[in-house]
């Protein structure tokens, strides 16, 4: 890293995860390159988060904002701090997710190395409320390709969309991300409307304008816990139909090939239709038609595979209903074995 590196803003936004600010903001603090700021952005947490950011608040480098009225989306958050932010980099990092030292500089090393990269990230290892390891991120895209996420690579932008976000948000974590702020400003992703998906469209937004790099070495640490979004990503029908944008937005600015289109169709098709079995068919005003017609820009095939679709939701559903009654059934089973076996020696 050349001494006279470019500073970077890192971006803390948070709501309700007081218990893992301060992990979060010491992995900041103590990450090798020391050349930052800290932008704290608290969207009316109702837990003691507050208090826990106020203790950083008079340190130089940190600036805190506190919003008396919640937004209604990360994302929002995001472009509040991105108007804030001052660094020719920037860094979202989750309140709820933590890092090893070196991820700010690995990341930055690549960005220098490659003017044309607008976006460098790592792989993630997943953990626990207790930061217990739960498993490799790189498990995420094993099926798209297994050995790709396991070497470093740079791509262009368009052709990653084009190949791989085209089937699922293949950065599923922004912890991991390192981009460039004027890309982003130029890129102007229309993410405020999503809730869960506005990372996804973020990327493909910034990809349409830059490279990409990865780094294999896990340096960032992804929290699964019952209140992230990640989690909730499948109790809403919110879910498909911010997929379904996403692809569209690619579809429209990138193309996708026929194979993966295809692939991709397939694949919302079984969420949309998996989302349905979860969920009521109108939930947060989004509904049934509301999905449909966003899935009409994606899937040309839409109507026999729909079809096909909701003739298995009731399939599911039985499967569903027999895998939860099946162990009773099986410790039924067992105790009426163990009284007749009781019974025939008793007759003996």
């Known amino acids: 890293m050349s001494k006279n590196a470019t500073r970077v803003s890192v971006v803390i936004p948070n709501y309700n995860h007081s218990s893992f600010l301060d992990l979060r903001i010491t992995s900041v603090l ?23 950011i106020a203790t950083y608040a008079g340190r130089p480098r940190v600036k805190v904002m506190f919003n008396s009225v919640n937004s209604g989306s990360p994302f929002a958050q995001w472009n509040k701090g991105l108007a804030s932010a001052v660094g020719d980099y920037v860094w979202i990092a989750e309140a709820d997710d933590y890092a090893d030292p070196s991820l700010l500089q690995t990341l930055l090393e690549k960005l220098e190395q490659h003017p044309t990269v607008c976006l ?10 207790a930061n217990r390891v739960i498993s490799s991120g790189a498990g995420w895209t094993d099926d798209l390709d297994r050995e790709r996420w396991r070497h470093p690579y740079v791509n262009d932008g368009r052709d990653e969309c084009r190949r791989y976000l085209s089937n699922r948000n293949t950065i599923p974590n922004a912890s991991a991300v390192v981009f460039r702020r004027d890309t982003y400003l130029r890129a102007k992703p229309p993410n405020e409307s999503y809730r869960l998906c506005g990372d996804w469209i973020t990327w493909a937004s910034l990809l349409l ?37 996403v692809i ?5 600015s990138a193309g996708i090939p026929e194979p993966e289109l295809e692939r991709t169709s397939q694949q919302l098709m079984y969420v949309w239709m998996g989302s349905m079995l979860k969920v009521p068919l109108l939930r947060d005003g989004i509904g049934f038609f509301e999905v449909l017609r966003c899935a009409l820009d994606v899937d040309e095939r839409i109507w026999p595979r729909l079809l096909w679709g909701l003739l298995m939701v009731p399939v599911r559903a039985a499967r ?29």
């Open 30 to 52: 103590q990450q090798s390159y020391q050349d930052f700021d800290i932008l704290i952005l608290d969207d009316a947490s109702t837990d003691s988060s507050r208090e826990v």
């Open 320 to 348: 569903s209903r027999a895998t939860k009654i099946a162990p009773l059934r099986k410790i039924y089973c067992s105790i009426r074995r163990r009284i007749r076996s009781a019974a025939r020696r008793n007759l003996r």
């Open 248 to 252: 569209s937005f690619i579809k429209s």
């Open 209 to 245: 304008h830059g490279d990409i790099a990865f780094v294999p070495e896990p340096l960032n640490f992804f929290r699964r816990h019952g209140n992230s979004a990640f989690s909730r990503a499948d109790r809403d029908l919110r879910f498909p139909l911010e997929s379904y944008r």
């Open 120 to 129: 460098a990230y790592c792989q993630s290892m997943l953990v626990d409320g």
